[in-house]
Nanobody, 127 residues
Framework: QVQLVESGGGLVQPGESLRLSCTGSGFILAYYAIGWFRQAPGKEREGVSC????????YYEDNVKGRFIMSRDSAKNTVYLEMNSLEPEDTGVYYC????????????????????WGQGTQVTVSS
């Protein structure tokens, strides 16, 4: 059974950090570009970042650049999103998604290109 499962969300205060995990089963994440998306309350889902499976490049939305870091652990078939200096505006449900066609993260913000999606994990940043 092909599945993506996110974990690691929670409630934190502004300025704190969280690490989200995206673990795959039934397929090998190393052969896919992995994107992180988030959906804030009352807003459309937006792309946050993408990790290429061709050359290891990572791409970030401007509002998280310098604060969020993606990494991969092939042995665990898991991709991580390290989120630092969290702000209330980072609140939302975070989803990971896997795309095989555009493994280099070409047009990574386009949700239609992704083959598999996780169920999401809630991140709340509040004092």
């Amino acid at each position: 059974q092909v599945q993506l499962v996110e974990s690691g969300g929670g409630l934190v205060q502004p300025g704190e950090s969280l690490r989200l995990s995206c673990t795959g089963s039934g397929f090998i994440l190393a052969y896919y570009a992995i994107g992180w998306f988030r959906q804030a309350p009352g807003k459309e889902r937006e792309g946050v970042s993408c990790s290429s499976s061709t050359d290891g490049s990572t791409y970030y939305e401007d509002n998280v650049k310098g604060r969020f870091i993606m990494s991969r652990d092939s042995a665990k078939n898991t991709v991580y999103l390290e989120m630092n200096s969290l702000e209330p505006e980072d609140t939302g449900v975070y989803y990971c998604a896997a795309e095989k066609r555009a493994r280099n993260c070409f047009r990574w913000r386009a949700e239609v290109g992704y083959d598999y999606w996780g169920q999401g994990t809630q991140v709340t940043v509040s004092s």
